[in-house]
């Protein structure tokens, strides 16, 4: 029987965090700050020493591996994006779409998880397909319905039809997959990565529906999240731009369930909205406003789950 959730997450500590201009072409979440690089680390670095205390203080099991100032990786604190972790200790390493994000796929990360027992059984790599030009970020791009052995999938630049559907040849998954926009300038434009609008739990999911344009698509996932018996909790779009979707629930040693997200994600939620969500787990509301909007994305992002 598979889990849908951990309680066991890989942080990676940032020593050189900034706004990334090769994610930025689209990456719409991303804002520049116009001050001192070492005063955006400065807060950066804060900001997750506060979230990994957080975490560990509600039992999570948290992992943290430093980044190295060489190569300069100004994305690195976002890992779910180069690895994945699966029940019996499979391992997944993607291909990225910005060239300086590749540059975070270390071995020595992989040895920190196997020194603290989590057995690695067998590593499966994407990563060439980036000579082809053909991308798959991890569970930014894919989100899995572990239980049900579905991933989801907002096609993009960053996500890949083809690599969608290796992924679940390999790992006996289902594909849904769909084109998510949001609104810029006068304009609709793919959002980069699923995972900012959407969010499946263990008996539920948070998604913006209106991102979705295409009605035959916003109904197949729908069909799909209710035939898996998760209750849909509809945000807005100006809800997933404050990170309401770039959420992701845990549970603790004692085997109680978290929802983590940011005070961006939380302030934005309505009170029906918060209402439902409880009803299913606590919360975990981490202060990240310098890493939300120089990285241009959220709590979701910085955790990678260790099965």
């Excluded at 300038?185 to 499946?200: E, K, S």
């Excluded at 779009?237 to 004692?254: C, I, K, R, T, Y």
Aim: with cysteine.
């Amino acid at each position: 029987m598979f889990k849908q959730t951990t309680d066991t997450l890989l942080m990676i500590e940032p020593v050189a965090f900034g706004f990334n201009y090769q994610t930025a072409v689209n990456n719409y979440f991303q804002q520049k700050m116009y001050v001192p690089e070492s005063a955006i680390q400065e807060l950066a670095i804060a900001e997750f020493n506060a979230m990994v205390k957080q975490l560990r203080t509600n039992g999570l099991d948290v992992l943290v591996v430093k980044d190295t100032i060489e190569p300069h990786t100004p994305d690195s604190i976002f890992p779910n994006n180069w690895v994945s972790f699966h029940e019996g200790g499979r391992v997944v390493l993607y291909p990225m779409f910005a060239e300086n994000r590749r540059n975070e796929r270390r071995d020595s990360i992989l040895h920190v998880i196997e020194n603290k027992k989590h057995l690695i059984t067998g590593v499966m790599d994407y990563s060439p397909f980036e000579l082809q030009q053909l991308f798959l970020e991890g569970t930014g791009s894919l989100i899995l319905d572990r239980v049900n052995q579905i991933a989801y999938a907002a096609l993009s630049e960053r996500t890949d039809k083809s690599l969608l559907l290796q992924f679940c040849h390999d790992f006996g998954y289902s594909a849904v997959h769909f084109t998510a926009n949001q609104s810029v300038g006068d304009g609709r434009l793919p959002i980069y990565h699923t995972n900012v609008m959407m969010c499946v739990a263990d008996r539920y999911a948070a998604i913006c529906l209106d991102s979705i344009d295409k009605e035959e698509e916003r109904n197949a996932v729908v069909d799909s999240l209710l035939k898996t018996d998760k209750e849909i909790i509809v945000i807005s779009e100006d809800q997933m731009h404050n990170f309401a979707g770039n959420m992701l629930q845990v549970e603790n040693s004692d085997g109680k369930r978290f929802l983590v997200m940011s005070q961006t994600a939380y302030d934005s939620l309505h009170e029906d909205q918060i209402e439902h969500l409880s009803s299913y787990n606590d919360f975990i509301v981490v202060a990240i406003p310098t890493i939300e909007r120089v990285g241009g994305g959220s709590a979701r992002c910085m955790l990678a789950e260790v099965f």
